[in-house]
Structures are given as C-alpha cells and as structure tokens.
C-alpha cells in the first residue's frame, strides 16, 4: 500500500528555517516523482516544489525559489523540503504528493497519492 507520512511543520518567526519530511512506503521514491504543496484556507491548493525520481531533477515554483532545496533521501526512502528565510506568505497547510511517472507535474491532479498535510506558521 503507497503512503506517504508529511512532518516537520511548526511555527516560527519570519527568517526562520523548517524542513520537512515526507516518509513514503508502499514504493520507492526514485521510481516516483513527489511534489509539495501548500494550502490556506479559502485558497486552493499551489504547487511549492517537485523532484522526479531516477535523476533527481528539481523544480522550484516562483514563490519558493531561492529559499527551499527539495531532495531525496534513498536510504530512508523520503523526500525533504528544506524552506530558508520564511515569511508570513509561506504559511499553510503543507502536502506531499507521489505520482507514478518519472516526470513531474505542477497541478495536484497530476499526483495520485497524498500524504496528510503538516501546518507550518510563519509570524512576523
């Protein structure tokens, strides 16, 4: 059975670092594209950062770019989001998502596996 397993939200204050971690089972992660998402109440869910599985290709989304480093872990089978310089703006609930492709996509309709989401609060 695919799962995924998102953790290592909390609040901090505005310049702060979180990283994430989202443990998969049931699969392998480098035969998986994993994406993170975010969302906020009212909003739809966004893209933040994807990462394909075989060779690790990385995509960052606008918002995020310069201030996160997706990568995965194949010992332990997970997918971190390290997120530097947090802002307010970044606050959400955060997913993390697999599809079964080695290519990775922007939309959350794309990725057939969810994890529970992980809340991450930035003060200012």
């Known amino acids: 059975e695919v799962q995924l397993q998102a953790s290592g939200g909390g609040s901090v204050q505005a310049g702060g670092s979180l990283r994430l971690s989202c443990a998969a089972s049931g699969f392998r992660i480098d035969n998986y594209a994993i994406g993170w998402f975010r969302q906020t109440p009212g909003k739809e869910r966004e893209g933040v950062s994807y990462i394909r599985g075989g060779d690790g290709r990385t995509y960052y989304e606008d918002s995020v770019k310069g201030r996160a480093t997706i990568f995965g872990n194949d010992a332990d089978n997970t997918v971190y989001l390290q997120m530097n310089n947090l802002k307010p703006e970044d606050t959400g609930v955060y997913y993390c998502?697999?599809?079964?492709?080695?290519?990775?996509?922007?939309?959350?309709?794309?990725?057939?596996?969810w994890g529970q989401g992980t809340q991450v609060t930035v003060s200012s």
């Open positions: 998502a697999a599809a079964d492709s080695q290519t990775f996509g922007s939309h959350p309709s794309y990725y057939d596996y």
